[in-house]
């Protein structure tokens, strides 16, 4: 048995289920990628490779070689020094990298908003679990005969689950006043 299929059937059912999840997530975002973001995202991976560094090197210092020795030569170089065309070409290439570069951290960053999304979705529903659960616990403390009847404050406060858009607000209302102070102190 290939080790893969050991380690998978060793895992609980619920994180072979997450796994699979991302899986399809990704999967899914791959086959929504137009042809040109799938075409972009192949040559951002070529010139990622350091094979690409070595060939480019390679072709730059060619272009110096063969001008140089057409100059040793006495003959008209294609491009004298200061390299004029080869300046141009790798302003050009340059330009066309960081465009393939953008346009595949664009599709990536899709990618990367679904996962927070889904990461948010996740945190929201544990923590309504977490609540219930909370809230089980105390029923069953209040209605077991054996158990001391008590106010617990605390279980009280988390068997009520948040307000994700309070949270939000809260959270929002922190930035404003830590951007006020951080403002206030770097003026005086």
């Known amino acids: 048995m290939p080790e893969t299929e050991a380690a998978s ?3 609980p059912d619920h994180i072979e289920q997450t796994i699979e999840s991302i899986k399809r ?3 899914e975002h791959y086959v929504s ?3 040109q973001q799938r075409a ?3 040559i951002t991976a070529l010139i990622g490779r350091p094979l690409f560094v070595a060939l480019l090197a390679l ?4 272009w110096i070689a063969i001008n140089l020795a057409d100059i040793a030569q006495g003959r008209v170089p294609i ?3 200061p390299f004029q065309w080869l300046q141009g ?3 050009l290439i340059s330009l066309f990298l960081v465009v393939f570069i953008l346009g595949a951290q664009r599709h990536e960053n899709e990618l990367d908003e679904h996962q927070k999304l889904l990461t948010l979705e996740l945190a929201i529903l544990n923590e309504k679990k ?3 659960v909370i809230r089980l616990l105390e029923e069953f403390r209040r209605d077991n005969p054996q158990i001391r009847n008590r106010v617990d404050k605390e279980a009280e406060v988390l068997a009520q689950p948040a307000d994700p858009r309070l949270v939000l607000e809260a959270i929002k209302d922190n930035r404003s006043n830590s951007e006020t102070t951080r403002l206030h102190n770097d003026k005086t």
């Open 33 to 35: 990628a137009s042809p």
């Open 89 to 91: 070409a790798m302003t």
């Open 130 to 132: 977490t609540a219930k």
């Open 9 to 11: 059937s060793s895992m």
């Open 79 to 81: 491009d004298a020094p």
């Open 25 to 27: 997530l990704e999967a």
């Open 40 to 42: 972009v995202g192949h």
């Open 59 to 62: 072709a730059i210092v060619g």
